[in-house]
Nanobody, 125 residues
Framework: QVQLMEFGGGSVETGGSLVLSCQAKRSTYSAYCMGWFRQTPEKGRDWVATIDSEGSWKIAPSLEGRFTIARDNSKIALYLQMTSLRPEDSAMYFC???????????????????WGQGTRVTVSS
């Protein structure tokens, strides 16, 4: 497992932007499939995006065009850039990791071995 910690959550108005960061504490981070999820009491946990060790990524279809996932293996970091935010994007956002370099087929949440504590995003109307 790898220890993960998210940063960058906060409160923004509709239409605003945020960049979430996830810092990993493991030198073999580059060998991990990484993902972002979000969770609300009403909707439960939803998949947001994944990125593999080579940088190939997938975004949830409903978020394409507004959200971008990226990683910097040299900094052992994962990012989620969120633009044109809407109130329905309000959630607790989590990063997660699987100790393998590929993310295909798309891993279900239960496959992720490591999770951060989450960072809250609130979008006001």
């Amino acid at each position: 497992q790898v220890q993960l910690m998210e940063f960058g959550g906060g409160s923004v108005e509709t239409g605003g932007s945020l960049v979430l960061s996830c810092q990993a504490k493991r030198s073999t981070y580059s060998a991990y499939c990484m993902g972002w999820f979000r969770q609300t009491p009403e909707k439960g946990r939803d998949w947001v995006a994944t990125i593999d060790s080579e940088g190939s990524w997938k975004i949830a279809p409903s978020l394409e065009g507004r959200f971008t996932i990226a990683r910097d293996n040299s900094k052992i970091a994962l990012y989620l850039q969120m633009t044109s935010l809407r109130p329905e994007d309000s959630a607790m956002y989590f990063c997660a990791a699987i100790q393998r370099g590929f993310c295909s087929p798309l891993p279900p949440p239960d496959d992720y071995e490591s999770w951060g504590q989450g960072t809250r995003v609130t979008v006001s109307s």
